[in-house]
């Protein structure tokens, strides 16, 4: 079977999603570096694998899969990865956690979208570091108030890391790059520990797929 591969950027939320997907899977990949900063997004190449130069773009199975959360449903379904509940209301739940991430705060906190905000408000540094630390820190607080829930244990939902941790602890990374105060969130502080002792998150952090260190 041909090895999986990985068109990603070292610090995409999105992609970083995926690679946890991955991990937690046990398949090996091949990674490919589609530098955001360098332009590479642009390339005639990459708009082939996804026209709205986004990453990541995962090659598996013989087919070209686009949209982080669609990859990981594509491995939920052929790879038999336990992320979502069985029951519907459940399921549902988890869904609704992992949209809150990257249907709410990741669009409006993607760097297009804030350099676009600034050039139309001719803003400078500051600009953007107020604008990622006011969203990422509403959509989180949202989201530490929706893990006050009986069906939140160890992780989001349960006892095992499912959907919504793989979105979540992604988004944490961006919080503290963009320096949001996170720290008085609690049970988003615990599940995060939780998620850093399992290596498949570990390994998936961007620290360790920075291929231009």
Partial sequence: ??????????????????????????????????????????????????????????DIDGVMLTQSLAIVEYLIETRGLALLPD?????????????????????????????????????GDAVRVAWMQRFISQGLEAFEKLLGHPQTGTFCHGDTPGLADICLIPQLYNAERWGADISGLRRIQAIRSACQALPAFANAHPDKCNNSA
Avoid: F
């Fill in 1 to 58: 079977m041909t090895t999986p591969v990985l068109y990603d950027y070292w610090r995409s939320s999105a992609s970083y999603r995926v690679r946890i997907a991955l991990n937690l899977a046990g398949i090996a990949y091949q990674p490919v570096v589609i530098d955001l900063l360098a332009g590479d997004h642009g390339s005639p190449e990459h708009l082939e694998r996804n026209p709205l130069g986004k990453v990541p773009a995962l």
């Fill in 87 to 123: 029951e519907p209301a459940e399921r549902a739940r988890v869904r609704a956690l992992a949209d809150v991430i990257a249907m709410d705060i990741h669009p409006i906190c993607n760097l297009s979208v804030v350099a676009h905000v600034m050039e139309l408000t001719q803003g």
